[in-house]
T-cell receptor, first 109, second 112 residues
């Protein structure tokens, strides 16, 4: 079973700050996913990546396969970015996701 | 926005009742999943299906059962609900390759 570790567990930032959330995993994967979960419980997929870097608006995700590490960056953070950010991996042998515990982000005005 | 639906969104039910949580997707995805999430905790896979008439149990032991008679429909059934089943249940689907998963809005179940 994959093990996925995220840090920090909780994060408070002021509006405009640059935010980084880290994710480490322990076994071989076919893809890593970054997900966003709002207080209502719905989950949205932000990124799926297997190498390099992806950017979407103010969000950037990077992955280092050799180090088994990924980061999610938020530039110019805004209160509407407040949510739980979840790192998940798809193993080489299956399609289902194995999840980290999530990082609860609060961005204050 | 993803075309994956779950009903009901919220359910409060007494111990011993039989319940079915519905999940449907209109994307033609062959793979579907049920995840369980206790408050403040991570999600765990409880069931998955890679196509019609194919179902498997996930990593987390669950007393629920699932069926996959049609591609678009993946219902989850609890034969006799217990307070320990109180949780959020999220359905998801993905397409042919190891692609992005699309999540439904979830069903928040409370068993009294």
């Amino acid at each position: 079973k994959n093990e996925v570790e995220q840090s920090p567990q909780n994060l408070t930032a002021q509006e405009g700050e640059f935010i980084t959330i880290n994710c480490s995993y322990s076994v071989g994967i076919s893809a890593l996913h970054w997900l966003q979960q709002h207080p209502g419980g719905g989950i949205v997929s932000l990124f799926m990546l297997s190498s390099g870097k992806k950017k979407h608006g103010r969000l950037i995700a990077t992955i280092n396969i050799q180090e088994k590490h990924s980061s999610l960056h938020i530039t110019a953070s805004h209160p509407r970015d407040s949510a739980v950010y979840i790192c998940a991996v798809t193993s080489n042998s299956g399609y289902a996701l194995n999840f980290g515990k999530g990082t609860s982000l609060l961005v204050t005005p | 926005e993803a075309d994956i639906y779950q009903t009901p969104r919220y359910l409060v039910i007494g111990t011993g009742k039989k319940i079915t949580l519905e999940c449907s997707q209109t994307m033609g995805h062959d793979k579907m999943y049920w995840y369980q999430q206790d408050p403040g905790m991570e999600l765990h896979l409880i069931h998955y299906s890679y196509g019609v008439n194919s179902t498997e149990k996930g990593d987390l032991s669950s007393e629920s059962t699932v069926s996959r008679i049609r591609t678009e429909h993946f219902p989850l059934t609890l034969e006799s609900a217990r307070p320990s089943h109180t949780s959020q249940y999220l359905c998801a689907s993905s397409g042919r390759d190891r692609g992005e998963q699309y999540f439904g809005p979830g069903t928040r179940l409370t068993v009294t």
